[in-house]
Every structure is written in C-alpha cells, then in structure tokens.
C-alpha cells in the first residue's frame, strides 16, 4: 500500500479507486515495513526486487513509495486497544522497521510455499472459475481458523437448505480456513487441514457442493475491523452469501479480563461497511450439543438445561488429555487427527498433565 | 449518537443516512455518557429530558437507546493512541460513565451561556442566512483557537484575494473560533474573543468581508479525525472553501517528544476523506516574520535567513512576561488584550518569572 491507500485504510475502512471513483472495502492494511538500513540502500532507486527467503526474486515493486511506519496509530486504529500482547501486532508490526514501502506491485510468479498444501491455495481467480465450473448459482463462504466440529457442519448445510429454499438450484460452500499467522494456542494450519479432509472423507460435509482453499491471510483478531477483510476478500473469490458468527476475530483483552469486542459489534459493523453493500450477512445461529439427542443441534432457549456448550478451549484441553467428547461433536476421524496433534507436541508443548511414573 | 451511528464513526468517519442511502462525513463521536446509577433510573422508560445547569429541562430524547460506553476502544479508535494525558479525553471521557444513551433529539429551546458572547453564537442555519443577506458568492471558512496574528489575517486577506482573482464576487471569511473546551494553557474564549474584536477594530480584517462566530465543539486535538469534523461543520455553516494549516487539531504526543500526528496528514486524510468530495480545500501557506520588511509575509524558502518563526508558545511567553513581539507581528490593539489576559492572573496561574522583591 501507498500511504493514501494506507491512510484511508486507518481512518475510513475503505478505499476511493483512483479510475472510477468507485469505495471499495479495506479495512486492515497490506504493507511492507522496511528497517533505516534497508531505507539506506535503497537510497534514491525508484523500483526495488522483492525476493523469498532464498532470495530468489518473485516480485518486483515499481515507483515507490517510503513513508513513516506510525506503529502506535496503526494498531489503535486498527484494534481500537494500544495493550501488550495483540497476537499478531507483536508478530509483526511491534519490533518491525519504522518506515513503510508502498508501489506499483509486479508479481513474477505466483508463491509457493512447498509444503504440501500449494493445492490448496487457490488465487481469488481460481476460485472464480472453480465456481463456474461447478455450476454454482450462490457461492456461501465459511471462514475459519479452527477444526470443524458438527456444530459448524450443522450450520453450513443448514445454510445450504435455506439457500435451496430461497430458489438456488446449486449452492456451492467455500470452506476457506485462514493459513497465515494465528496464535500459539491455536492449532497449525498442516493438521486443520488433515482435520477439514477427514470431515470430507467422513461424509460430514458433501464433497460434491464444497470447495476447500486456504485463504491466506495472517489472523488478526482485530474484530469488527477484520471481520470486513474476511468478508471483502471471500466476494472477491467470488462468495456472495457471508456467514458471520458472534464476536468474528474476536479474542479476550490482552489486559483485562473481558472480550476485547462487543459481541455484537462484528455483525453490525459489517452491516454498515462501505463497500459491502451487495454482501448477502447470514447471521450464525447458536449450535450446542443437545443432551437428549447425542448431537449438535440449534440452541433452544426453551430448554437450555438440554444443551452444552463446549469452547474452542475445552475442545483442546479434552483433546490434550486424550478424553473423548460427547458422540456427535465431531466425527471420529476429524477427532483423531486432533489427538495426533498434541500427542506429537513435547510434553512442555502440549500443555498436558503428565501422567506419574510408578516406579 | 445511537449505536449504529458510534459504530459508524469510529470505523468509517462517516455515516449512510437512513433516509436516502446517502453518505455524509462525521469523524468525531457526538454521543452523551451515562452512569451505572443514572442508567437504573431511566429503567424502562423510552424518553428521558435533558436538562441544564439549573435542572431546567433544554430537550428531550426521545425512543431512546442506551449501550455500552467502551472508552479504551472510542479513544483508540479517534486519537491513533490510547496514552494518558490527551486533554478531551481525560475531561470528558476517562472519569465518564459507563453508558452512552442516544435518541431523537427534540430541542425545546436552543442554549444559552449567558456570557455576554450569546450573539456570537449562530446556528448554521443562522450562519447561511447571513451570507445570503451579506449576497455572498463564496464562503471561505478559518478554524482557530488561539489570538489572530498578522501572519493569519495575511493568510485570510491573500485568500479573499485569490477568490476574487477566481471570478467570485463577494468572498466572505467566517472566522470561527472554537468555543468549546480548549487545553489548559490555551487563551481562554472570553480573551480571544476580545483579541478578534480588537483585529476588526484595528481594520487587520474587513468587518465588511468577515463574519465572526464561535464554534461550539470542544476541541479535541484529534488532528486528521478532528479536521474532518472542522470542515464538515463549517460546510455545514455555509462555507465552500476551508483553509487547512499544518498539522491541523494536531498537538505533541503525551508522553513521547514528537508531535503526536504527521503535519501532512490532516490535509492528506482530509482530501480523501468520505462525504467531503466537494469541500475545496485551500492549503495554508506559511507565514513568518520578514526581518526585511517588519512585517508578517508568506516564506521565501530562497532567502530563509529572513524570517523569523513565532510559534505559540513563544507568543505565550513574550506577553506573560509584558514583553512585545517585534513590530508588525500583531496589531497594538490585539497585543494588550493578550498582555492583560496574563495580567489578571495570579502569579501561580500566569507562569510569569516573578521580579525579585527589593527590600
């Protein structure tokens, strides 16, 4: 980004297109922080070669720009806290250089990262054409940085009933969990993916009707501001049904003990965001394992003694511990794949108690 | 300020009206902070009065909304930083309530301050009535808080001549003092306004050209947030063309020794900023004392051993301590209204070096 893309960025969640005058949704910059040394040698050169971390070059940056990297304003603009201990601010904006480079971007060839899921990454193009050639007539994108648990799976068939419903003849879902940076406690994109295919494999999601891709953007948790990249980058790969849950990248303070977000402001924001006028917002309806049925159901305020409710948090510890959930909160396969993942951590990683040696 | 409109502000500097889908600018939150105890008396009712000072009831909100008041998130979110010591926020926001409540407002019957500065304060409608009457064909619109030297009133004339090279006809200046709350070491409303009538009197402005105002917001030193708010209003006003300094709402950082925003941002935010595209901006040329000539004059960076700076700080303290600035800088009349402003403080107030006492 050039530093009116940036600035507009900041304080206006979007961007006016210099051809046509037209808003479109930005809300989370896209930039390069460059340190006073690299500032220095690129002295007074007008293009400058981006290269991988074997410097091989894959893109060239043409015109630029080198502007103030303001870190304290980026982050408060950005998560609405300047507090210690944002995820991805201390990842890579706190100890980043001070200046930013901004251009006319050149991509030589596409990344690759080489490990296995390159597959996976499809450019917003790809996705495109993924979708004609499927004959999809509504296009419903889930974005997620955890495991599928039947929950979720619940939601997004539902999602596909209503859409049937509505007169769709082929609802496609975009399944398109996040691949870049998340936080430590979260579980690494290698085995979510293991975890997504066993869920397909396992027929609790129809292959048929569902396009996995890794979206690959770093995880901010900067709520209602990131929830409208989630939702602006999926319309570009050609979604046009958006589902948005409670608290969407949401995370607790880093300092206080509350959510950082209102709940609620996620979904409201995005209701209002410039640029997203055409976006179609499914609300996530509440799903919790119904006692009385042995599976994942819609929440019934009627009857709430029936349901629980089992956190992302209590999903790892069981997970960790090697306990099962309930049957019916996740298929076997999915749950097995979640279980070689922490049994392949070292005990200081895994966070597990560990068992006393009868000696 | 209901919710959706705080929500919109803060992440948009914009609202859509309801009405017509339309986008109108609005950058800093105008929004009403209640208490816990304040909350539980209102319990159900959908109405509630506002009153003034004396209890005597001013307007009434009615279908009203009361949310959460989350200042960490409203200050990040309309300063870019969250450190203590931004004067607004720690006057009206920090020690305020937990609660916004937000509403239709119905005004019985518009403020007075009983001041003796009451004719000073017109509406925008009242201000656009007095342009038509003054037949004016362009409204040029200056934003202060602080005392009008001779480098501004060049700025004020140049661009009433500028217009007039343009093809209008009759440019007027609304010269629109801030009337709200300023920090501490700024010169109080009542001094300033003196200050401004002395300017006229003086014949440095044409009261003939010029429409004196004050501008009742308090000033938030929100700089590129806050400027939008300042040119918005003034279109509001009336006002086609808005002159925009250096650094504009800008002050230092609380804690750190840099100025808290980029000189050039104010100016940049305000060019992109939604809602303002017909706003035509006149930037601030800078004015400096010529040395040459003894008198304020537009900078000539060929000869820049020429001219003197007089920042603020230094006016202060050259007529705290009764000493005058070099002639030219401000007319005489001006000048003791300043010097008297100290005056008729306490030792303790006015900061002067106090004169050894002979004994």
Aim: aromatic residues 8%; glycine residues 6%.
């Amino acid at each position: 980004m050039r530093e009116s893309e940036f600035l507009q960025t900041l304080h206006f969640n979007s961007l006016r297109l210099v051809d046509d005058g037209s808003i479109v949704n930005m809300s989370v910059p896209i930039v390069l922080a460059i340190d006073d040394l690299c500032k220095n040698n690129i002295g007074d050169s007008t293009s400058v070669a981006l290269v991988d971390d074997k410097d091989k070059p894959i893109a060239i940056l043409n015109d630029i720009e080198i502007y103030k990297h303001n870190k304290e304003e980026r982050i408060a603009r950005t998560w609405g806290t300047t507090a210690p201990g944002l995820p991805y601010a201390e990842e890579a904006i706190t100890h980043a250089g001070n200046w930013l480079i901004g251009g006319d971007l050149e991509v030589i060839e596409p990344i690759k990262y080489h490990d296995g899921l390159d597959r996976f990454r499809l450019s917003p193009a790809e996705l495109r054409d993924e979708f004609t050639r499927r004959n999809a007539d509504a296009v419903f994108a889930f974005q997620l940085r955890n495991p599928v648990h039947n929950g979720h799976a619940l939601l997004m068939t539902d999602t596909r009933r209503r859409l049937l419903e509505m007169g769709y003849k082929n609802p496609v879902l975009l399944l398109h969990p996040l691949g870049g940076h998340t936080k430590a406690d979260d579980v690494p994109l290698q085995w979510r993916m293991k975890q997504h295919e066993m869920v397909l494999e396992d027929g609790v999601l129809d292959p048929e009707t569902t396009v996995v891709s890794i979206f690959p953007s770093p995880m901010h948790y900067a709520g209602p501001t990131e929830v409208q990249w989630h939702a602006k980058a999926r319309i570009n790969a050609g979604a046009n049904f958006y589902i948005v849950g409670r608290d969407p990248a949401g995370m607790g303070h880093p300092l206080e003990k509350r959510d950082l977000y209102d709940a609620d402001h996620g979904k409201k924001v995005l209701s209002m965001a410039p640029g997203l006028e055409r976006l179609n917002i499914l609300p996530f309806k509440v799903a919790a394992y119904d006692k009385t049925q042995n599976k994942m159901a819609f929440f019934d305020p009627s009857r709430p003694q029936d349901f629980l409710f089992i956190s992302g948090t209590k999903m790892r510890t069981l997970a960790k511990n090697k306990e099962s959930p309930p049957d019916g909160f996740m298929c076997p396969g999915g749950w097995k794949v979640l279980v070689d993942y922490y049994d392949s951590l070292t005990p200081a990683e895994n966070g597990r108690v560990p068992e006393p040696v009868v000696v």
